[in-house]
């Protein structure tokens, strides 16, 4: 996989990236959410402290909001998590609690919206160890009688690149089929609103809703949010 397949994509669906700018003063993490339907597009990202919270724009349309109303973004004593869905809280409480990224995912699975059992994506990047992990969960060909638990340690960053996963790699007849393969690189920029852009303006313009970028100091840990919501 490359950044334009991933362009070339109308509906990757909810995507992650983990990485570090080119000159290495920043970790980074990107995080995306796409719709299709009333429901989904009827969000916005809103920033809490160095935490974001997916809210519904107009609360009064709002449906069902068990598997689209979630904090994808918490961070806890130098520990940087992205995911998308409540494994966010998974994670958080866990690590907390002195459990590990790995055990605590080992307790989840993928979401239970058949017939497309969309994967659970996540990832945690530790300022510490200067490593990340990323980790997807998901039915083998959309068979839930399976949960594929894979995960990805990266021991070191690379400058001016990120790993990036997603949910989906395609549609056949009218369901989602998960994503295959590891994560691949893409490129990151020294300025948070140049990497914000970059991604905004090449995702499908009718399915994209929310994007956000956090970079993080590596010197300081101070932590910058970048958002953009379709819906202002």
Same mark, same amino acid.
């Given at each position: 996989?490359?950044?334009?397949?991933?362009?070339?994509?109308?509906?990757? =669906?909810?995507?992650?990236?983990? =990485?570090?700018?080119?000159?290495?003063?920043?970790?980074?993490?990107?995080?995306?959410?796409?719709?299709?339907?009333?429901?989904?597009?009827?969000?916005?990202?809103?920033?809490?402290?160095?935490?974001?919270?997916?809210?519904?724009?107009?609360?009064?349309?709002?449906?069902?909001?068990?598997?689209?109303?979630?904090?994808?973004?918490?961070?806890?004593? =130098?520990?940087?998590?992205?995911?998308?869905?409540?494994?966010?809280?998974?994670?958080?409480?866990?690590?907390?609690?002195?459990?590990?990224?790995?055990?605590?995912?080992?307790?989840?699975?993928?979401?239970?919206?058949?017939?497309?059992?969309?994967?659970?994506?996540?990832?945690?990047?530790?300022?510490?160890?200067?490593?990340?992990?990323?980790?997807?969960?998901?039915?083998?060909?959309?068979?839930?009688?399976?949960?594929?638990?894979?995960?990805?340690?990266?021991?070191?960053?690379?400058?001016?690149? =990120?790993?990036?996963?997603?949910?989906?790699?395609?549609?056949?007849?009218?369901?989602?089929?998960?994503?295959?393969?590891?994560?691949?690189?893409?490129?990151?920029?020294?300025?948070?609103?140049?990497?914000?852009?970059?991604?905004?303006?090449?995702?499908?313009?009718?399915?994209?809703?929310?994007?956000?970028?956090?970079?993080?100091?590596?010197?300081?840990?101070?932590?910058?949010?970048?958002?953009?919501?379709?819906?202002?």
């Amino acid at each position: 996989m490359s950044a334009d397949q991933l362009f070339a994509n109308p509906y990757p =669906g909810r995507t992650l990236i983990v =990485g570090q700018t080119p000159s290495a003063a920043h970790y980074v993490q990107v995080y995306w959410i796409m719709g299709r339907s009333a429901n989904s597009r009827n969000r916005v990202f809103e920033r809490e402290g160095n935490h974001v919270k997916n809210s519904a724009f107009d609360p009064t349309l709002m449906e069902d909001p068990s598997l689209i109303i979630y904090y994808p973004v918490r961070d806890w004593n =130098g520990m940087h998590i992205v995911t998308n869905g409540d494994q966010t809280d998974t994670v958080y409480d866990g690590i907390k609690q002195g459990n590990t990224f790995i055990q605590l995912l080992m307790t989840r699975e993928f979401e239970p919206d058949a017939p497309h059992y969309t994967p659970r994506i996540s990832a945690m990047l530790d300022t510490a160890n200067q490593s990340y992990t990323l980790s997807i969960l998901k039915t083998h060909d959309n068979d839930p009688a399976v949960c594929l638990r894979q995960f990805y340690h990266y021991s070191s960053f690379k400058s001016g690149m =990120g790993h990036c996963i997603h949910t989906y790699r395609a549609e056949e007849n009218g369901v989602l089929k998960p994503f295959v393969g590891e994560p691949f690189e893409v490129p990151l920029w020294d300025s948070i609103e140049d990497t914000a852009n970059y991604y905004w303006e090449r995702l499908h313009a009718d399915n994209k809703i929310s994007l956000l970028v956090k970079f993080i100091d590596v010197r300081t840990e101070e932590v910058h949010l970048e958002i953009r919501n379709k819906n202002v």
